[in-house]
């Protein structure tokens, strides 16, 4: 008899103790880090990870794989990752992080790590908003938005409208970088463009992943609030492979 991911066409997870979770209730963080060790345990790569972890709700990462763990500071998971890659360039390398570390602090870091097609995989959290310090607007905020930093909707006038990550990205990455975008809805998916940014970054380039997840705690939605709220994300922030533009490389 198939098991229940075997009949949805997911691996199985080989090496899974349950433990209570550390997120709020209802965080889509909890399923990443879920799927996202599936993958590292289908591809048989417990050994060979790294990953390092910004600060804000990616930190609790650390309780939930037994593989090496480097914390780091906010908006620094990819600088460090590309700098322990270097050192070690046998270690599979993964910096993961919310979309404030990665699009404002940290926005210059990932933007040359795909320039230089650095051998890494970053794995990018967009819930809209600085999720662990309580929700205030985020450059992937929707024009808008609540937050609590914009109690009467973020002004897209001032602030810019919803900020393209991965779209930005694929402008300075080379032909052979990974880009692609996921969503906690859609968690087959999510593990197969988890593993080909991995084996992307085992081919020597760089790869990156955004997933789209949900924050009912900061969002103050119910269950049903939450995923309505992730199909309108899904519609502003298109899920799937990010396609490069064709390019005329020397």
């Given at each position: 008899?198939?098991?229940?991911?075997?009949?949805?066409?997911?691996?199985?997870?080989?090496?899974?103790?349950?433990?209570?979770?550390?997120?709020?209730?209802?965080?889509?963080?909890?399923?990443?880090?879920?799927?996202?060790?599936?993958?590292?345990?289908?591809?048989?790569?417990?050994?060979?990870?790294?990953?390092?972890?910004?600060?804000?709700?990616?930190?609790?990462?650390?309780?939930?794989?037994?593989?090496?763990?480097?914390?780091?500071?906010?908006?620094?998971?990819?600088?460090?990752?590309?700098?322990?890659?270097?050192?070690?360039?046998?270690?599979?390398?993964?910096?993961?992080?919310?979309?404030?570390?990665?699009?404002?602090?940290?926005?210059?870091?990932?933007?040359?790590?795909?320039?230089?097609?650095?051998?890494?995989?970053?794995?990018?959290?967009?819930?809209?908003?600085?999720?662990?310090?309580?929700?205030?607007?985020?450059?992937?905020?929707?024009?808008?938005?609540?937050?609590?930093?914009?109690?009467?909707?973020?002004?897209?006038?001032?602030?810019?409208?919803?900020?393209?990550?991965?779209e930005l990205v694929k402008q300075v990455s080379g032909s052979k970088s990974f880009i692609a975008r996921a969503t906690v809805s859609n968690p087959t998916m999510?593990?197969?463009?988890?593993?080909?940014?991995?084996?992307?970054?085992?081919?020597?380039?760089?790869?990156?992943?955004?997933?789209?997840?949900?924050?009912?705690?900061?969002?103050?939605?119910?269950?049903?609030?939450?995923?309505?709220?992730?199909?309108?994300?899904?519609?502003?922030?298109?899920?799937?492979?990010?396609?490069?533009?064709?390019?005329?490389?020397?």
């Amino acid at each position: 008899m198939k098991t229940q991911n075997e009949q949805f066409g997911m691996p199985n997870c080989l090496n899974v103790i349950s433990k209570p979770s550390l997120f709020c209730p209802g965080c889509g963080e909890s399923m990443i880090l879920k799927h996202l060790g599936c993958v590292i345990d289908h591809e048989k790569l417990q050994s060979k990870i790294t990953l390092a972890i910004d600060i804000g709700c990616t930190l609790l990462s650390w309780n939930y794989f037994n593989f090496d763990i480097i914390q780091t500071h906010h908006g620094r998971s990819v600088p460090v990752s590309v700098g322990y890659k270097m050192a070690n360039n046998k270690r599979l390398v993964i910096a993961l992080m919310g979309d404030g570390g990665a699009y404002a602090i940290g926005l210059q870091s990932l933007l040359h790590a795909s320039f230089r097609n650095d051998p890494i995989l970053a794995i990018v959290i967009n819930n809209t908003e600085y999720s662990m310090t309580g929700g205030q607007m985020a450059p992937t905020s929707l024009p808008g938005e609540i937050t609590s930093t914009s109690p009467l909707g973020k002004n897209a006038s001032i602030f810019g409208p919803a900020f393209h990550g991965p779209e930005l990205v694929k402008q300075v990455s080379g032909s052979k970088s990974f880009i692609a975008r996921a969503t906690v809805s859609n968690p087959t998916m999510m593990e197969t463009v988890m593993t080909k940014a991995i084996n992307t970054q085992l081919g020597g380039n760089f790869s990156m992943v955004e997933i789209l997840s949900i924050c009912p705690t900061n969002w103050k939605t119910d269950a049903k609030e939450s995923f309505d709220f992730l199909s309108k994300l899904e519609k502003i922030y298109p899920v799937g492979e990010i396609v490069k533009k064709e390019k005329n490389e020397k």
